[in-house]
């Protein structure tokens, strides 16, 4: 299963521009970046898991019938 489904799409999305977001933070010394930066990371990894659940659901359906 490599292809990955929508939430998967964007919570990998998420946790990428969180982690720019949070260097960026970071190298200027923004605190507030950092912080947003690091609520988007977190934000993008439940999202993932949440189309990792999906996926897994998905997979189980498709067994059972």
């Given amino acids: 299963g490599a292809t990955m489904n929508r939430d998967q ?3 990998a999305a998420k946790d990428v521009a969180g982690k720019v977001q949070r ?7 923004n605190e507030n970046q950092q912080a ?3 609520a988007k990371q977190v934000e993008g990894k ?3 898991g ?7 659901l998905d997979k189980a359906d498709k067994k059972t019938r």
């Fill in 9 to 11: 799409v964007k919570g």
């Fill in 23 to 29: 260097k960026v933070g970071e190298l200027t010394g």
């Fill in 36 to 38: 947003k930066g690091a």
């Fill in 46 to 48: 439940v999202q993932k």
């Fill in 50 to 56: 949440v189309g990792n659940i999906e996926e897994a």
